[in-house]
Nanobody
């Protein structure tokens, strides 16, 4: 069973930087893509950025030019470098992995979410 472990959240002042990490662990799986989503209080969970195992990226307009998503395929780990943070970036950030898992002799596509890490941008 694939599981995700997130780290790197915390409190940062406006204009500051943070780096989130999310590592996938398990056996007999292959990552299709991984990504970050966030949910602010009272709002829906929204896309922040995704990246495929081949390095193709997709960003929400609100973070373009400030956030960078990257992936280490050898470690099954995705990173989110967040620069020039704003108070409106405050949210719980969730990692998601879309992967193929070998089950009963064939690969099946699955998704799994991390537990979330809180990012607070405040002075």
């Amino acid at each position: 069973q694939v599981q995700l472990a997130e780290s790197g959240g915390g409190l940062v002042q406006p204009g500051g930087n943070l780096r989130l990490s999310c590592a996938a662990s398990g056996s007999s799986f292959r990552i299709n893509y991984m990504g970050w989503y966030r949910q602010a209080p009272g709002k829906e969970r929204d896309l922040v950025a995704t990246i495929t195992s081949g390095g193709l990226t997709n960003y929400a307009d609100s973070v373009k030019g400030r956030f960078t998503v990257s992936i280490d395929n050898a470690k099954n780990t995705v990173y989110l470098q967040m620069n020039s943070l704003k108070p409106e970036d405050t949210a719980v950030y969730y990692c998601k992995a879309n992967f193929l898992e070998l089950t009963r002799g064939r690969f099946e596509q699955r998704e799994v979410w991390g537990q979330g890490t809180l990012v607070t941008v405040s002075s």
